[in-house]
């Protein structure tokens, strides 16, 4: 399409969302915080008493309830805030358990086809930054640049750590590591749209990258784009 994409995939806590806002900042682009929309399904079915547990997420039937919420999510994108029916969910939603219930209920295929739509309606002019995991693979294989980012598990459980006592969350760094571990896998072991970077994508590694350094390379990979 006519509207420009730039893709930017990458396991837990990379730093997906802060490159991603920051480029989008630095174009006057859109956002598409996709991990949201996922994190939202598991809030809105935990909200509704229906199970995200893995077990029941296999039985087909129980699959086909969960799309069905997904396709009725009545969400609203306000600025920095999301609502929910009507509450506002921002906070609820940057929790571990939000994370780890998203992670479950992403594999499942009717989940991911009913977000598809929804998805796609982020991207309008002047462009669009997309993060998450399958966003240069399955939502926008066309998008002219596609990044990978990537850092060491242990670099990202300090990360993420880091940033949920600063918010006076408290979590121990062991199951932060662990969690998100067993995320990572299930994320890129599932069937559909397993985590991957894209054929065509640039791999940004930035364990030893600030911010700063991360967005100049992925403008200037845009720039190369143009
Ligand atoms: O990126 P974030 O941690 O918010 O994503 C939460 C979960 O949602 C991920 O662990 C992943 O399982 C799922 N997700 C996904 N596809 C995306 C974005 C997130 O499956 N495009």
Same mark, same amino acid.
């Given at each position: 399409g006519a509207v420009p994409v730039i893709c930017i995939d990458g396991p837990t806590a990379s730093g997906k969302g802060t490159l991603g806002a920051a480029v989008a900042q630095a174009l006057g682009y859109h956002l598409l915080d996709s991990g949201a929309l996922y994190r939202l399904v598991g809030l809105a079915a935990e909200r509704a008493g229906l199970s995200t547990a893995s077990e029941d997420l296999a039985h087909p039937e129980h699959g086909v309830r969960m799309g069905a919420l997904a396709q009725a999510l009545q969400v609203r994108f306000d600025g920095d805030s999301i609502w929910l029916d009507g509450d506002n969910v921002t906070d609820a939603l940057r929790t571990e358990a939000a994370g780890m219930a998203a992670s479950r209920v992403s594999a499942v295929p009717a989940v991911r086809q009913a977000l598809l739509a929804l998805q796609h309606g982020f991207a309008r002019l002047p462009g669009l930054v997309a993060d998450g995991r =399958?966003?240069?693979?399955?939502?926008?294989?066309?998008?002219p640049l596609k990044v990978f980012l990537t850092a060491s598990a242990e670099q990202r459980a300090d990360r993420r750590h880091k940033q949920l006592i600063s918010k006076g969350i408290s979590a121990t760094l062991d199951s932060l590591l662990a969690d998100l571990k067993a995320r990572d896998l299930r994320d890129s072991t599932r069937? =559909?749209?397993?985590?991957k970077p894209a054929e065509d994508a640039k791999l940004l590694d930035?364990?030893?990258?600030?911010v700063e350094q991360s967005v100049a390379q992925v403008l200037l990979w845009w720039q190369g784009t143009r």
């Open positions: =399958d966003m240069g693979t399955v939502i926008f294989p066309q998008a069937k =559909d749209a397993p985590l930035n364990s030893s990258l600030d």
